[in-house]
């Protein structure tokens, strides 16, 4: 990547905090983790340029991606939140892209379909960005029952799910003991409004992957579970 390359995926960065962010926490974020910004830039440029290939290609894909991620977790910034806790859930969703959206990656999970049931789509709409920028399709679904019907006609790679879809609070795991009664055994990663200890091992006790809250943690699950299916 050229000097100018880097610059320009900084400016976009900021034009999109500037969109997000209030004034005050903007500064603050491009001052916290502007150098990491920076490193994050040069790290892309060590990709080796061969005949101007595949490598190429995966830096843009972690770079659309890094952007659209850092969006979801400032999107999901609490009311309230301090500067500091935007800073810090803004640059944890900019790493773990570095730290996991790797070439050999990014071509293993090129192309994987992934189901994605909630009844408020719009909710995610950066989430699947970042995702779909490294060649992850979805099939999106507002209700249990119509990602069965979906299920039926297709297979996935991988299921997320929200939790509660009126009138069934604990959809996310409704569906998951359907799936599984059937011998579905589908990467199944439920991202709901809680991470809390006893949610993430109650999930993995019924069968899914994991639970999350965080734009990083569902990321970092999705690619791992898609991976392992390759």
Not at 29 to 56: I, M
């Amino acid at each position: 990547m050229t000097i100018d390359d880097g610059v320009k995926l900084l400016d976009a960065i900021t034009k999109l905090f500037g969109v997000l962010v209030w004034p005050a926490v903007l500064l603050f974020v491009l001052a916290r983790f502007g150098p990491a910004l920076r490193e994050f830039a040069a790290n892309l440029g060590e990709f080796s340029l061969k005949g101007a290939g595949f490598e190429a290609s995966a830096k843009r894909k972690q770079a659309e991606a890094a952007k659209s991620l850092t969006a979801a977790a400032l999107s999901r910034t609490e009311s309230g939140a301090t500067p500091e806790t935007t800073a810090r859930d803004a640059q944890a969703a900019f790493d773990v892209v570095a730290e996991v959206a790797t070439p050999r990656v990014i071509r293993s999970v090129g192309k994987s379909s992934v189901l994605w049931v909630d009844d408020n789509p719009s909710n995610n709409v950066h989430e699947r960005k970042a995702l779909e920028a490294l060649g992850i399709s979805f099939v999106l679904a507002t209700s249990t029952d119509e990602a069965l019907e979906k299920l039926k006609r297709q297979s996935f790679d991988a299921i997320i799910s929200d939790m509660g879809r009126p009138p069934d609070m604990q959809a996310g795991y409704t569906l998951l003991e359907k799936l599984r009664t059937s011998d579905d055994r589908t990467p199944y990663i439920i991202y709901a409004g809680s991470r809390a200890s006893e949610h993430r091992a109650e999930a993995r006790r019924r069968g899914a992957v994991g639970c999350t809250n965080r734009p990083d943690e569902l990321f970092e699950m999705v690619l791992s579970a898609l991976g392992s299916k390759r």
